[in-house]
């Protein structure tokens, strides 16, 4: 079974510009989490999408938007990009039914850097 | 925000040591994972212990979990130089506002010299 796949893998911004990051979950997972990853703040929940709805938000500015689609396949958008969103940015799939077993598996991450 | 700490930040061994990481998280909890890194890629995921567990065994991994004490262990035997990575623990809840999102700590950097 194929795992979780990001594109791109790298990116170079500069402030103002805004990005969009692709997230493709492994085959029958359902749910997609964002997180952002930096060297000061560690790893922080962004947001999550089932079934293309976002059921849950973390404390990130409206910049930070997402979107899932119908074959689970999820983005993420930034828009004004800022210095300090430089960042690994990962996503993880899973079932997404809540349960005490609920594994999430990580993409190998974009890593964006705003100049 | 950071569920809880990591203890050590560091920790460097040799080759065939045992390496022993712990972390503590703050609330109450459903699952608690553990996740390895390397050099900044993406997680990868070494074994999930629910809350009503107190150990769980995966190749040379042993992880245990205390809800009394809010703690966790990861205990890696016989530990090999591709063991070098950091190790993050990430809980978890179920439903409600905790969909799809675990915290994690801040990591332990192991470092294990050949």
């Known amino acids: 079974k194929a795992g979780v796949t990001q594109t791109p893998r790298y990116l170079i911004k500069t402030r103002g510009q805004q990005v969009t990051l692709s997230c493709s979950p492994i085959?029958?997972?359902?749910?997609v989490s964002w997180y952002q990853q930096t060297p000061g703040q560690g790893l922080q929940f962004l947001f999550e999408?089932?079934?293309?709805?976002?059921?849950n938000k973390g404390n990130f500015p409206g910049r930070f938007s997402g979107r899932q689609f119908s074959n689970s396949r999820s983005e993420m958008n930034v828009s004004t990009l800022e210095l300090g969103d430089s960042a690994l940015y990962l996503c993880?799939?899973?079932f997404g039914q809540g349960t005490s077993t609920d594994t999430q598996y990580f993409g190998p991450g974009t890593r964006l850097t705003v100049l | 925000s950071q569920q809880g700490e990591e203890d050590p930040q560091a920790l460097s061994i040799q080759e065939g040591e045992n390496a022993t990481m712990n972390c503590s998280y703050k609330?109450?909890?459903?699952?608690l994972q553990w996740y390895r890194q390397n050099s900044g890629r993406g997680l990868v995921h070494l074994i999930l212990?629910?809350?009503?567990?107190r150990e769980k065994h995966s190749g040379r991994l042993r992880v245990t979990l205390d809800t009394s004490k809010k703690s966790s262990s990861l205990l890696i035997t016989a530990s090999r130089a591709a063991d070098t990575a950091s190790y993050f623990c990430?809980?978890?809840?179920?439903?409600?506002?905790?969909?799809?999102?675990?915290?994690f700590g801040q990591g332990t950097i192991l470092t294990v010299h050949p």
């Open positions: 999408y089932f079934s293309e709805t976002q059921r």
């Open positions: 212990i629910r809350s009503n567990e």
């Open positions: 085959s029958g997972h359902r749910s």
């Open positions: 609330t109450s909890i459903n699952n």
């Open positions: 993880a799939s899973s």
């Open positions: 990430a809980t978890g809840n179920a439903g409600g506002t905790s969909y799809g999102k675990l915290t």
